[in-house]
């Protein structure tokens, strides 16, 4: 089992920006593709962004293609997502999903983190 713990969210102005972690304490993040998924309240999950292990590939939803970015940091087992010009729409939690194969768009991973939340204000 693999445990993925999110960091980062918090309160921040519309048009601010804000970095995400994702780490997966005991485990290296190497071995799986992350993605970012997001879920606003009274609204289905929502894929965001994912990353192949080796950091080759990244894919991105259109809602956030050219304001977000995917990385990682396999030394420091962590992978990230930074969040520019966030909007009042972008306000959800944040979940990481981990898989030794690709990331579901629709499905997500077989592992999955607790969320953090991001609330933009407006």
């Known amino acids: 089992q693999v445990q993925l713990v999110e960091s980062g969210g918090g309160l921040v102005q519309d048009g601010g920006s804000l970095r995400l972690s994702c780490a997966a304490p005991?485990?290296?993040?190497?071995?799986?593709?992350i993605g970012w998924f997001r879920q606003a309240s009274g609204k289905p999950r929502e894929y965001v962004a994912a990353?192949?292990?080796?950091?080759?590939?990244?894919h991105y939803s259109d809602a956030v293609k050219g304001r977000f970015i995917i990385s990682r940091d396999n030394a420091k087992n962590t992978v990230y997502l930074q969040m520019n010009s966030l909007k009042a729409a972008d306000t959800a939690v944040y979940y990481c999903?981990?898989?030794?194969?690709?990331?579901?768009?629709?499905?997500?991973?077989?592992?999955w983190g607790q969320g953090t939340q991001v609330t933009v204000s407006s």
């Open positions: 999903t981990a898989d030794q194969s690709s990331i579901d768009q629709s499905g997500g991973g077989s592992y």
């Open positions: 005991g485990h290296l993040v190497n071995s799986y593709d």
């Open positions: 990353i192949s292990w080796g950091g080759n590939t990244r």
